[in-house]
C-alpha cells in the first residue's frame, strides 16, 4: 500500500506560482510511476502531468505544458508540481497519484493509489 498526502495548495492571483508537493509513505515511490490530476466543479477529472519512475520522462497536457513542471526526488519520497503563470481555469482540487512505471499514461485507471488532494485557487 501506498499512502499519498498532497500539500501547498491555496489562493494566488492569475500569473502567480506554487508548488504541490506529494509525501509517500508506506513504500518507496521508486517504482511507480507519478502523475497529477484535478478536478475542478462540475468538471471530470482530467490528466494534469505525469513522470516516469525513473524521473527521465515527462508528459502534460497540453493546457499547462510550458507553464508546470513535474519532478520527483525518490530519496525523499516525495513529488512536485511546480504551477508557474497560473491561470483561473486552473483552479481545481489537484491529486497526486502513483501507478503504472512506464508510458504515457493519462487516464485515471492506470493509477492505483491517490492522495486526498489540495485545493488550487486562482483568481483575477
Known amino acids: 500500500q501506498v499512502q499519498l498526502v498532497e500539500s501547498g495548495g491555496g489562493l494566488v492571483q492569475a500569473g502567480g506560482s506554487l508548488r504541490l508537493s506529494c509525501a509517500a509513505s508506506?513504500?518507496?515511490?521508486?517504482?511507480?510511476?507519478m502523475g497529477w490530476f484535478r478536478q475542478a466543479p462540475g468538471k471530470e477529472r482530467e490528466f494534469v502531468a505525469r513522470?516516469?519512475?525513473?524521473?527521465?520522462?515527462?508528459y502534460y497536457a497540453d493546457s499547462v505544458k510550458g507553464r508546470f513542471t513535474i519532478s520527483r526526488d525518490n530519496a525523499k519520497n516525495t513529488v512536485y508540481l511546480q504551477m508557474n503563470s497560473l491561470k483561473p481555469e486552473d483552479t481545481a482540487h489537484y491529486y497526486c497519484t502513483a501507478g503504472v512505471s512506464l508510458g504515457n499514461r493519462q487516464r485515471a485507471a492506470d493509477y492505483a493509489y491517490w492522495g486526498q488532494g489540495t485545493q488550487v485557487t486562482v483568481s483575477s
Open positions: 508506506g513504500r518507496t515511490l521508486s517504482t511507480y510511476g
Open positions: 513522470i516516469s519512475a525513473s524521473g527521465f520522462t515527462t
